[in-house]
């Protein structure tokens, strides 16, 4: 694995992976500044393929596909990505046709994609399960730039503009940090010499501050949707945590895992379905933005049971603050995410997103050993006490419950 700089001091990494016929780039653009409409840069990332001053959205499109270049453009809370994959023989033009969106997207297409987002927006939002979560963070991360979520996208859509969109691009490029990683079997100097000649006049401000707050909780509500085509209700309870800079945070992920991220071997699963019969899917999750993380858990369930499982939910947690767990059961925890490491770096495209994603975050390229050994060294005595302190006292008491579920 190989960091450099380009002649515009972006930050790359390139990691050579000999004999194979496809390499992986991404290119993260940080966000130093929250949107000010939720859905600009959900637009403007749709809008980034629609379209250049040299290349119509057909030919954009035309040109991918006939090269079998995989080419996206994905907007996540934190960073602006673009990304591709293609034949080692088509890295030039591939990295030719990013600069080309990068530099020389036209924005042209916008009525027609507003109206597209629209009704996509409301198709996504007939599933019970979606609707939910969409109320889960809303209300998590109220009046935070992470609670923009479809439905606050849908009230705001018809008041954004097409200056609004090309302001915000044009400020993402000027003042966002930019981490670039290549993954694949191409000579180092040939890679170097491509990237320099097609992107090192992007104008790159590495010394602009994020300027977006860290999302604060400091109460315990429940929020209800009723649905009364609903077959079952959804349930989602959550709390914000801290997020990977905390010492906590391998120790976090392991208890994640014994908690309810594991499938079939997790508590969640064994007490709440196979025991109690009340769902055929509950889990937990712990999800990490760069300001907070928030924890989980998520359960579908008869209307009837909605308070049981919320007890289940706190008896569970409360063994965890209560018991050490089991040398066994830390053990196969541990051994689950060592085994997803694995699962999700097996292509050179996701060696290349999770190295964009590690430096963009400012974590260090090689952020992944790093954890890995720290949470081979996680003891139960550690997963007891993030128990105790994050699901109990005053921390444990401010969350949010999303419950959707019919009338009854």
Known sequence: MQEFKLKNNITAVYKQNKNTPRIGLSFNFSINEAEQLPGIYCLMSRLLLQGTKTRTSEQLAMELDENAIEFSCDMKQDYLRFRFVCLNEDFALATEIMSDVIKNSTFEEFEKEKVKLQGEITAELDSAKTKALDNYYKNLFKGHFYGHTYTTILEN??????????????Q????????????GD???ESVQALLNQNLSDIENDNQKEKNIQTPTLNEAKTVEIIKNDAQQAQIIQGWILPTFDSTDYPVLVVLNVILGSAGLSSRLFLELREKKGLAYTVRSSYETNEKCANFSIYIATEPKNIQICLDGFKTELEKLKELPVSDDELS?????????????????AQQANLLAYYGIMGLGFDFQTQVIAKIKQVTPEQIQE?????????CGEHFVISVLRPEV
């Open 172 to 183: 993402i490029v000027s003042t966002g940090k930019k981490v670039l990683s290549i993954v």
């Open 386 to 394: 993030c128990a105790k302190k994050y699901f109990g006292g005053e």
């Open 186 to 188: 191409i000579e180092f």
């Open 157 to 170: 859509l018809d008041k954004i503009t097409k200056e609004d969109v090309i302001q915000a691009y044009e």
């Open 332 to 348: 196969s925890a541990k051994n689950n995410i060592i085994g997803k490491q694995q699962f999700v770096t097996e292509t050179n």
